[in-house]
């Protein structure tokens, strides 16, 4: 199975800042990784498709990059909204994801 | 409004079975594919089982491969997993999700249902 690890586990910012979430795979996977946040008490909302490309209804401070082996989730300006988990998944090869990144305020 | 909501979860002793609903609304249910998606404290989110758009096509995780059956009633606009001797290691929240074919990412997800499997 294809592993994804995020980094880092846990990243504490201030609201404003701007902040990048790593997912590594652990194989070349082209661009078929998927980013997901993750609300307490709420449903997991997916954020970014193929790497890059936008979803419908999410703010457009939310952006993602990379291929091969290495991606990334910015956000831009975090708001106090946005604290919370995100995870990566791949559709390269079976379905997978990582372990998650928390995003709690400093 | 996207609306899945799922049922049927609690507490059962390891061999016994269980049933998981998932009620959908808001959204052509025959023109997905849907699946269960699963979360552990200690494991983070695993991906369970997947069934084709009329549940003639259906995948899972080795795991659970030959306990677990995934099924839909369009008509219903239900998705349910079957649940078989179920093990301590199933212990986690259920999530319902949804994705179209070929494409594999997961458009929208349910609150989840907890399943916790303990003498």
């Known amino acids: 199975d294809i592993v994804l690890t995020q980094s880092p586990a846990t990243l504490s910012v201030t609201p404003g800042e701007s902040v990048s979430l790593s997912c590594r795979a652990s194989q070349g996977i082209s661009t078929s990784i998927h980013w997901y946040q993750q609300k307490s008490n709420e449903s997991i909302r997916l954020l970014i498709k193929?790497?890059?490309q936008s979803i419908s209804g999410i703010p457009s401070r939310f952006s993602g990059s990379g291929s091969g082996t290495d991606f990334t989730l910015s956000i831009n300006r975090v708001e106090s909204e946005d604290f919370s988990v995100y995870y990566c998944q791949q559709s390269y090869s079976l379905l997978t994801f990582g372990s998650g990144t928390k995003l709690e305020i400093k | 409004e996207v609306q899945l909501v799922e049922s049927g979860g609690g507490l059962v002793q390891p061999g016994r079975s269980l049933k998981l609903s998932c009620a959908a609304s808001?959204?052509?249910?025959?023109?997905?594919?849907m699946a269960w998606v699963r979360q552990a404290p200690t494991r983070g989110l695993e991906w369970v089982a997947s069934i084709s758009y009329d549940g003639g096509s259906t995948h899972y995780r080795d795991s659970v491969k030959g306990r677990f059956t995934i099924s839909r009633d369009n008509a219903e606009r239900s998705l349910y997993l079957q649940m078989d001797s179920l093990r301590s290691e199933d212990t986690a929240t259920y999530y319902c999700t949804c994705f179209n074919y070929g494409t594999d990412y997961f458009d929208y997800w349910g609150q989840g249902v907890m399943v916790t499997v303990s003498s």
């Open positions: 808001g959204f052509t249910f025959s023109d997905y594919y």
């Open positions: 193929f790497a890059s």
